[in-house]
Nanobody, 121 residues
Framework: QVQLVESGGGLVQAGGSLRLSCAAS???????????MGWYRQAPGKQRELVAF???????TYADSVKGRFTISRGDAKSTVYLQMNSRKPEDTAVYYC????????????WGQGTQVTVSS
């Protein structure tokens, strides 16, 4: 397992931009096995949903609700992942979590604390 720490959340007006960061830490041998990394979000009263993920090869997948507005990217160290969020909408308000597949089983890690993003109209 690796530890995942999200940062960059806050309050932004509708139409504004925000960039989230997530860094993985822990056993370096496990960190070196990180493959896919992704962002998820959970709005009040709703289930957690996928926002976007990126493979080790750089292929990306986005939820329909964020296509064209959000961009996921990996850092040079491959143990960091970013989410650039543009043209924010009030419905983007949620706690955002990152996750990563790692280890011999290439399994998803336990969730971190997440970072709150609030979009005001």
């Amino acid at each position: 397992q690796v530890q995942l720490v999200e940062s960059g959340g806050g309050l932004v007006q509708a139409g504004g931009s925000l960039r989230l960061s997530c860094a993985a830490s822990g056993n370096i041998r496990i960190i070196n096995t990180i493959s896919t990394m992704g962002w998820y979000r959970q709005a009040p009263g709703k289930q957690r949903e996928l926002v976007a993920f990126i493979t080790s090869g750089g292929s990306t997948t986005y939820a329909d609700s964020v296509k064209g507005r959000f961009t996921i990217s990996r850092g040079d160290a491959k143990s960091t992942v970013y989410l650039q969020m543009n043209s924010r909408k009030p419905e983007d308000t949620a706690v955002y979590y990152c996750n990563a597949r790692a280890g011999a089983a290439n399994s998803w890690n336990p969730w971190g604390q997440g970072t709150q993003v609030t979009v005001s109209s």
